[in-house]
């Protein structure tokens, strides 16, 4: 079993910066590829950053490829992703996700976090 918590969210604006952590709990955590999904208002979840197990290989959707960086630190049960050049439409709720095979499916994630929002203002 793996617990997900999300921290970092908040309202920023457009062409800002934050900071999203997830913090997990469980002995395997270093055994699971991360990564983040986010949910916009009546659209529906999306796939944004995968990261592998030793941190080694990584995958964005297209829409935040060179703004969004995903990373994580094995040692303290946490991955990140730090969020450059924001845009209103990454407006939405960024859920923190865990699978052994993520990084090739990209989709329906073994363990999911409760989500963090993030606003980007105009």
């Known amino acids: 079993q793996v617990q997900l918590v999300e921290a970092g969210g908040g309202l920023v604006q457009a062409g800002g910066s934050l900071r999203l952590s997830c913090a997990a709990s469980g002995r395997t955590f270093s055994s699971y590829a991360m990564g983040w999904f986010r949910q916009a208002p009546g659209k529906e979840r999306e796939f944004v950053a995968a990261i592998s197990w030793r941190g080694g290989s990584t995958y964005y959707t297209d829409s935040v490829k060179g703004r969004f960086i995903i990373s994580r630190a094995n040692a303290r049960n946490t991955v990140y992703l730090q969020m450059n050049s924001l845009k209103p439409e990454d407006t939405a709720v960024y859920y923190c996700?865990?699978?052994?095979?993520?990084?090739?499916?990209?989709?329906?994630?073994?363990?999911w976090g409760q989500g963090t929002q993030v606003t980007v203002s105009s």
């Open positions: 996700a865990a699978d052994w095979d993520l990084l090739a499916t990209r989709s329906s994630p073994d363990y």
